[in-house]
Structure formats: C-alpha cells, structure tokens
C-alpha cells in the first residue's frame, strides 16, 4: 500500500514530469485510457518541487528502515519488502541523471540499492509472447480451492464475483472464487487467448462484488 501507491505515484510524477515532451502520445493515450483521466505531463511537469520534496521523504523512510533493521529492511535477509521500495528508486535512477543528487545524504539507501542491484534477476530465457500464450493455454491452474470461513461478507469458493482496484484503472475482473483470505482472492476465469486461468488479487485496494450468476 505504501509502495504501490503513495510512493510510486510520487515516483512516476517525478520520472514523467522531468521527462516532459520526451514522453511518447501513444504511451500518454495508453495511461489515460488506464486511468480515466488526463495524464497531464505538464502538471507533472509544474509539481516537480513538490515531488522532490515527497521523494525525499520515502528515502528518508527507508534510511530509518535501514538504520534499524540493518542490510534489508526486515533483518537478515531480502524479501518482498526490499522489491517494492527498490523498483521506485531504480525507476528515478532508470531514468533521471539527477538520481545521485536525489539520492544525496541517504548513504543507507545508497548501499541497499547496490545490494538489491547485484541480485540480479536469476537465469532469463526469452519466450516470444504467441509461445507464452499458448503455454498459458495448455496448461492446468494449481491454484488449490479453499474457502476463507471468517468472511464478513460470507462469500465462498464458487461465488460469481467482480474484482475492481479501487484507485485507478478500475477494470473489473470476473470470475468465481477458487481461493480466499484475509489478504488474497483468487479467481477462475476463461481467457479466449490465455484460456483457463486463475487470477490473484491482494484484498486491500481492490473490491470485490458479487454478481448473479
């Protein structure tokens, strides 16, 4: 929840409004029609002071973070956590040739990028998009069907739902219930591309409806 959205949002303002007419028409019309709103560069553009400042202060965060929990920001070892604070300051740096000045008095932060950087992404095999489709298509979900008996709303495993992100992008996706939890819900749709799938969302951020069958 923090960053996903407080932070990237800061973050993407950030990247887009300093890249200002450099950002492509296309990839603006594509995040618009995501969004339902204007994706409006030059606002961006006008709120970098504001976003430097914002910026400043999830590093300042994540140095505190730093400064108690030591090399990761949950102890010994790197975890989920580490992937989705780093992708806001490897996007600045992806991006920006002020990173190093952002990044200026925030020496944890600047080791902990290091690190999540020699990581690296493990072994890569490149798969052409029809191939990864059709893997998608003649293979089986796994995902095991399990009912959350503590719903509040009392749904099950088999209800017709809706899943909507409640910030932006609210396309809704529908399915039935395979698995729920305090935290997750997963759904069984038919793809016409991908075939049959199942889908997982978090529980906080998104809605889910019910829907008559």
């Known amino acids: 929840m923090w960053t996903d959205r407080s932070f990237f949002q800061n973050t993407v303002n950030l990247v887009f409004g300093s890249l200002g007419d450099a950002v492509p028409q296309s990839f603006v019309e594509d995040r618009e029609r995501l969004r339902g709103a204007k994706f409006d560069v030059a606002a961006m553009r006008a709120a970098i002071p504001q976003m430097r400042d914002q910026y400043r202060a999830h590093l300042d965060w994540i140095e505190s973070q730093l400064a108690d929990q030591g090399d990761w920001l949950c102890g010994g070892l790197p975890g989920l956590l580490d992937v989705n604070a780093y992708m806001n300051v490897w996007y600045v740096r992806s991006n920006l040739p002020v990173a190093d000045e952002l990044l200026k008095g925030f020496s944890r932060v600047r080791d902990w990028e290091q690190r999540m950087r020699a990581i690296g992404h493990c072994t890569r095999v490149e798969m052409s998009?029809?191939?990864?489709?059709?893997?998608?298509?003649?293979?089986?979900?796994?995902?095991?069907?399990?009912?959350?008996?503590?719903?509040?709303?009392?749904?099950?495993?088999?209800?017709?739902?809706?899943?909507?992100?409640?910030?932006?992008?609210?396309?809704?996706?529908?399915?039935?219930?395979?698995?729920?939890s305090a935290q997750t819900i997963a759904i069984a749709r038919h793809d016409e591309v991908a075939g049959d799938i199942v889908v997982h969302f978090p529980r906080a951020g998104f809605l889910v409806t019910p829907v008559a069958a």
């Open 129 to 180: 998009s029809a191939d990864a489709l059709k893997l998608a298509r003649d293979s089986t979900p796994q995902t095991a069907v399990m009912s959350d008996a503590l719903d509040p709303n009392g749904r099950k495993a088999g209800d017709l739902v809706e899943v909507t992100p409640d910030d932006y992008g609210k396309v809704p996706v529908r399915g039935r219930i395979v698995a729920s």
